[in-house]
């Protein structure tokens, strides 16, 4: 590359095209690592609750077992969030206000989501994080 604008916008040009380069290609390598046995976020949820008068919204993201699940989680995920919807429908407001009532619906969510999965917690999903939960 020759420029007859100066050595130093020459310099600054290859820096910059140099800096984009190493960005674009770690962005790459976190994209991949977090693909291959990272969690795996679904879209929120929006559900009636029992008595249709209360609705809860909650965020959940999967943790897989091995990395591999990933790629199962993608395939079955309109049976799995079919699963999940049932479950948070068959919840009472009185359920949900709870320590322990979240904590069982962890527990009973990540047993719905490896039963879609064919799989247990041991080789499927080991973990089911709440983001957030909002009933109103």
């Known amino acids: 590359m020759r420029c007859s604008g ?4 020459c310099r600054s ?3 910059f095209f140099f800096a984009l380069l190493w960005l674009s290609s770690n962005a790459n390598a976190e994209g991949k690592e977090a693909s291959a046995g990272g969690y795996e976020k679904l879209e929120p949820f929006t559900v009636n ?3 249709l008068k209360q609705m809860i919204q909650i965020a959940v993201t999967l943790k897989p077992a091995q ?3 990933n790629d199962k989680i993608k395939i079955y995920m309109p049976v799995i969030r079919n ?3 049932l479950l948070l429908s068959s ?5 949900m206000q709870t320590s322990e009532g979240k904590q069982k619906l962890i527990a009973e969510t990540r047993y719905a989501v490896n039963k879609a999965l064919g799989l247990t917690s041991k080789d499927g999903v080991a973990d089911v994080l709440f983001e957030s939960v909002i009933i109103q």
Not at 6 to 9: D, P, Y
Not at 91 to 95: D, F, G, N, R
């Open 6 to 9: 100066g050595f130093i916008l």
């Open 91 to 95: 919840k009472s407001p009185e359920q």
């Open 13 to 15: 040009l290859a820096y």
């Open 49 to 51: 609750l029992v008595g």
């Open 67 to 69: 990395p591999a699940v």
């Open 83 to 85: 699963e999940i919807i």
